[in-house]
């Protein structure tokens, strides 16, 4: 199930402690900041030490310090989410539907408009009731009469009910397809670049008193960019233009998460690549 984050710095936290989570470290006196994002002290087996750790996202289609192609939507989606939160919350009935939407990419993606086609899309849902655990057919362009934000924005909607049972609002399954669907593969360009652009950046961080600095480079899943595909890929982690970036990095620690494949690899020491 999809995650809803209100705030970036929220999700940030979330996928550090996550990660944390699956290394099997307790965290404790955490201190959320900016350059770096968190200064933690981790616990296992008896050891504790004091860690910084800067995140950052992967993206396959873009380079570090340049913007997606699919974060606009992306972050539409996130404000649609965020209303389409508070209009479930009380309608127990609504959130074990799931509802997948395609936007229309030329639209002017505001505030205004998020809410009202979230609005428009409970009040849709409502009107098109899904028998338990059943599929509605496509909807296009032509069914949204009556509904004149969904008639301008979306150019089709599926609705299927995937538990009979209520769920928390925030973890609803309203997709969009946008971010959500297409053909992905890890590429290393891009690992290369967001590890020279913190490489530039971490030399002026207030790095306090931490035993070791690490870089957590997180494919997390948010949207179709921010995904790397299974590990199972035939990927160069020999590459010698990464070996270099992450020998002469002040990072003691570098590491590439896949989030949604559910593996890991350590580039900074080099380790091998780990599925869980």
Request: aromatic share 10%; with cysteine.
């Amino acid at each position: 199930m999809p995650r809803i984050y209100r705030t970036q710095k929220e999700c940030e936290q979330f996928l550090i402690r996550e990660f944390l989570g699956h290394l099997g470290y307790r965290i404790s006196n955490p201190k959320w900041q900016e350059r770096p994002d968190a200064l933690l002290t981790l616990s296992k087996g008896g050891k504790r030490e004091r860690v910084a750790i800067e995140h950052t996202e992967y993206f396959n289609d873009t380079e570090a310090g340049q913007l997606s192609p699919l974060t606009p939507i992306a972050n539409f989606w996130r404000l649609v989410q965020d209303s389409l939160i508070r209009r479930v919350s009380h309608r127990k009935h609504l959130t074990g539907i799931g509802a997948n939407i395609t936007i229309n990419r030329k639209l002017s993606l505001t505030k205004k408009l998020a809410r009202q086609l979230a609005k428009e899309l409970v009040n849709f849902v409502e009107a098109h009731q899904v028998k338990p655990l059943g599929y509605l057919p496509r909807f296009c362009c032509s069914d949204f009469n009556g509904y004149p934000t969904l008639k301008s924005t979306l150019s089709w909607l599926t609705l299927s009910r995937w538990t009979d049972a209520a769920v928390l609002a925030s973890r609803c399954s309203w997709v969009c397809s946008n971010i959500t669907s297409g053909g992905i593969c890890l590429n290393m360009k891009y690992i290369k670049s967001a590890i020279k652009n913190k490489n530039k950046k971490a030399t002026k961080y207030n790095w306090g008193n931490a035993n070791e600095k690490w870089l957590l480079i997180a494919a997390s899943g948010g949207n179709l960019s921010n995904n790397a595909g299974p590990a199972t890929q035939n990927v160069n982690w020999a590459d010698i233009e990464l070996l270099n970036s992450c020998s002469n990095s002040l990072f003691d620690r570098i590491v590439f998460w896949e989030r949604i494949r559910c593996w890991y690899k350590w580039l900074k020491p080099s380790e091998k690549v780990v599925m869980y």
